[in-house]
Structure formats: structure tokens, C-alpha cells
């Protein structure tokens, strides 16, 4: 018998996003939040002296700003090396042979794919063998697996591979393939990488994305880490979710129905709060707060949204290491009566075109020229992860669904007077 470690997507000194504009974030645990998560990593495969590591893309965030990433990459491989476990790796988008120009000789414990072709390792005290390929390139659209050699029926095989499988939302669709392409080489584990949430595709054989092992962002919520596997006789005898990350990224959602004062929307945002604290298991969290529903309070929350964002700030300060990323009000007012003699008034006419109102991604940029202007003037690096200038999908419909419930309030005050 004999257990190995599966991670993927390390993503080694990216920084965290979203709290950098608040005063009393933790900024040493952010900065170093991708190492930390990788320390528990070794850690972990030194407690449970597993036989090797395998790291499916994704180590690096691109090329190194200096050489230190590297040379704390190389003191953990010295560490397993010094355990006689082996690692094996394969290169991603983001570490891929074009995107990065420096390089350190890697211990004999490591093991790096090419990107040319696959290759296979060969451990025979194990009876294993396992078979990968690096990225060549940034962007791989090739599906790499029908290069992959059969399994050898007398060894236990395992297939490392970057890849977005057959797609999965919010990732780019590299090195495409199919669950039956994966079937069809007879190994016994697939060790995926490049999708961030944990996702067990198929246990027969196991195919596995673990996951990255620390959320980055407010788009990567919830526990992070790798599997450890086990092996008895030829097969998987278990598959376990580990966690490894050390600052973890919540979205919390409140009900304000029942909410008559600022004093129990508070308490109500505070007991959310130790909820999702209580999830965190003892690690700082860094939380989205969305008060949504229909609310006494709509028009109050939507005309003094900086007021009501500073006061839950405060609640959360007052848990300890609870920080808010942002503050979402998507309250709605209870139903205006109707009056049918009243249909052609004209506050209800701009309350029908209120709640059509559609935005355009062109349409806002055009709205303040000057906002192209600057845009073209930024360096590349600031605008590869969300351009703020052209917003997403996802940034539209909260910011027309805040407009329009903000309109929507001063609406409604009018059509009661008016009534």
C-alpha cells in the first residue's frame, strides 16, 4: 500500500484580490497566502509520508518578478528530497514553456514533463507509472491526451494533465478533451488541473481536479487543497479532500424581511457573520455580503448604501479576523399598489422603462470618453485580470440591478404621493 498527493493551480506568489483597499486587512497574510497554502502542502505530504507529489500546472502565476519565487520553490523540494519523496509536475497556461524565461536546475526528487511530447515515469518500487505533458504555450487548444500512451495492465497508471475537460464556466477551454478520451488509456487515476473548484468527475477510473489550493479572490469561495489518495493492490482504496488554504473567501447572503431598524439588520448581519466564521474553522475570512429580499429598509439601504456598508464594516471588525470585501444591497420594496385609474400616470411610465433598463458594455465606456484614454495608458499587468474599464457580465447586472432599485425607491416614494 501506498498514498500520493494530488494538487494543482498553486499559482506560487499571486496576490490576493479585494481587500487591499482595507486599512486594517491582514497584508503579510495576503501577500503570502499562495506559500503558506503550499508549506501545508509539504507539510502534509511529510505527516503522511506519501510517496510522491503530483502538481497538475499551475505553480507559478506567470514569470517570476525575481528569483526568489524559485529558490523557495527549490528549499521545499529540498525538504521532500530529503523524505525520498518524489514530484512530479506538468506546466499550465500560467507557467508555460513560453511564459517563462527564468529557470533553476530542478532537484533529482523532480520530475518536469516536456511540453514537445508526453513522458512517463517510471516507479518501480511501486509498480507506477505516470504519464504527462507541459504546456508548450499559454494558450493549448489541442487535445493533448491522444498522445498519451495505454496503460500498462501490470502497473498502475496515472495520467497528470492541465485541461479544462469539456469546459467548465469561468475558465479559458485549454487542452480540451472528453471523459471517454480519459476512459479510453485504461490508467486508474486522472490528476487534473486548471479548474479551481474541487470536482470528482468519475470514480471508475477516479478523474480529479482538486481544485487550487488557496482562493485568490472572492470568485474562488469555500474550503481549498488537494487529495490524497490511497493504493492497495493495483486500485484506489480511498480519495480524500484536504485542506490547505489559509485565508478563505466566503459570499454571505442576508434576508432583511424582517428587519424594521438598523439595529437588527445589524445583529442579523453579525449572526451570518459568526456563521460563516464558525465554516472558516479559525482562519481569517474574507466575505462578500449580499442583503437581498424585500425589506422595510429598501429605500434607506439604497440612498445611504456607503453609510450601511461602513456599519456592517464594523461588525465584522468587531469578530476578529472577519474582513468585508464588498457590501451587495439587492433589497427590493414591498409591491406598490396599483391604481388602474392611474395607468397613464407618468411616474408609472418611468417606473415600467425602470425596470427594462438595460446597459451595454460600449454604451458605459462611451459615456465618459476620457475613460478610453486613460485606459490605453495603464501597463498590461493591471488590466489581465478584469479590465475595470470594461466590465464582465456579472459587474453589468449588479451595477443595472443597484440603478435600477435606487430609481425604483425614488419612484415609489412619488407614486405614493402621488396616489
Known sequence: MFTFLHAADIHLDSPLKG????????????????RRAFDNLIE????????????????????????NTGIYFMSRMGLLREAGIQVVIVSGNHDAASQMTRLLK????????????????????????????????RSVMDDLVRNYPQGDPALFNIGLLHTSLNGRPGHEPYAPCTLDA???KGYHYWALGHIHQREEICCDPWVVFPGNIQGRHIRETGPKGCTLVSVDEGRVIAVEERELDVLRWALCR????????????????????????AKADGRPLAVRLIVEGETALHGELHEDALQWSEE??????SLGDVWIEKVVIKTRKSAIPHDKSADDSPLLALL????????????????????EKLRSKLPSELL????????????????????????????????????
Open 384 to 419: 489581465s485580470d478584469g479590465d475595470p474599464f470594461r466590465p464582465g457580465e456579472e459587474e453589468l447586472a449588479l451595477l443595472r440591478e443597484e440603478v435600477k432599485e435606487l430609481l425604483m425607491a425614488k419612484i415609489g416614494e412619488g407614486v405614493r404621493h402621488e396616489n
Open 19 to 34: 481587500l487591499e483597499a482595507y486599512q486594517d486587512a491582514p497584508l503579510e497574510q495576503i501577500r503570502l497566502a499562495a
Open 352 to 371: 415600467t422603462s425602470v425596470k427594462t433598463l438595460q446597459f451595454e458594455q460600449s454604451a458605459l465606456v462611451g459615456l465618459v470618453p476620457e475613460f
Open 312 to 317: 456592517f464594516r464594523a461588525v465584522a471588525a
Open 106 to 137: 530542478l532537484p533529482d526528487n523532480v520530475t518536469l514533463f516536456p511540453h514537445r511530447s508526453v513522458g512517463s515515469l517510471f516507479l518501480d518500487q511501486y509498480g507506477v507509472a505516470i504519464h504527462g505533458q507541459s504546456f508548450s504555450a
Open 254 to 277: 442576508v434576508d432583511p424581511a424582517l428587519c424594521q431598524s438598523a439595529g437588527s439588520l445589524c445583529d442579523l448581519v453579525r449572526e451570518a457573520l459568526e456563521e460563516e466564521r
Open 44 to 67: 502534509l505530504a511529510l505527516d503522511e509520508r506519501v510517496a510522491f507529489v503530483l502538481l497538475a500546472g499551475d505553480l507559478y502565476d506567470g514569470d517570476w518578478k525575481d528569483y
Open 182 to 184: 480519459l476512459r479510453s
